[in-house]
């Protein structure tokens, strides 16, 4: 079964947008989401989130975690065209070294 | 900038045929994973290794799968015999902790 969902998968904006990236997750012993930006191969880091209500920024990025409606989003303003990717979710676990990936938003944004 | 490197950038092998992926990862880092991602699906953990030893791994982590850190900074992935459903990029990624992972490159593995 998905443990982890992102919605939407795909989306096209134009430059000076803003988007909002959805990830919600359904597993058990939760310990941290993290969100990715992966271009054209490897996911790089952009946050680690951990308790709710907690906004964390990065310039034009933001994110945020609901532990009791079990999502997060992720905001990004003032899009360019720079910021097209796949935006990947994951989530870890207490107790077990893993992480459960989502499908990924990806995101297009059009000059 | 440190970061994960990986080794080959790409590999294609007969179906049958034995392969190892060999990742050095950040050296101090102490977590080390192997994930694949089939094209066009989404990223699946395959194992995670600590201490010299797995401490994690997927379903998908058959005996075919092995994992090793035979010095002090390589980190390898052996499949024994390879299928065609084993074509995918297979990324190796190093932590500190147990949570902010650095993803190497990459190695995409077509098995014909």
């Known amino acids: 079964e998905d443990k982890v969902v992102q919605s939407p998968l795909s989306l096209v904006v134009h430059e000076g947008d803003t988007v909002t990236l959805n990830c919600s997750y359904e597993?058990?012993?939760?310990?941290?989401l993290l969100w990715y930006k992966q271009e054209k191969k490897a996911p790089t880091f952009l946050f680690m989130l951990t308790s709710s209500g907690i906004e964390k920024k990065s310039g034009r990025l933001s994110s945020i975690l609901d532990k009791k409606e079990l999502f997060s989003i992720l905001n990004i303003t003032a899009t360019q065209t720079g910021d097209s990717a796949i935006y990947l979710c994951?989530?870890?676990?207490?107790?077990?070294?893993?992480?459960?990936f989502g499908s990924g938003t990806k995101l297009n944004v059009k000059p | 900038e440190p970061e994960v490197t990986q080794t080959p950038s790409h590999q294609v092998t007969q179906m049958g045929q034995e392969v190892i992926l060999r990742c050095v990862p950040i050296s101090n880092h102490l977590y080390f994973y192997w994930y694949r991602q089939i094209l066009g699906q989404k990223v699946e953990f395959l194992v995670s290794?600590?201490?010299?030893?797995?401490?994690?791994k997927s379903e998908i982590f058959d005996d075919q799968f092995s994992v090793e850190r035979p010095d002090g900074s390589n980190f390898t992935l052996k499949i024994r015999s390879t299928k065609l459903e084993d074509s995918a990029m297979y990324f190796c990624?190093?932590?500190?902790?147990?949570?902010?992972?650095?993803f190497g490159p990459g190695t995409r593995l077509l098995v014909l």
């Open positions: 990624a190093s932590s500190v902790t147990q949570e902010t992972q650095y």
């Open positions: 994951a989530v870890g676990l207490y107790n077990f070294n893993k992480f459960y």
């Open positions: 597993v058990t012993n939760f310990r941290s």
């Open positions: 290794f600590y201490n010299n030893e797995i401490s994690e």
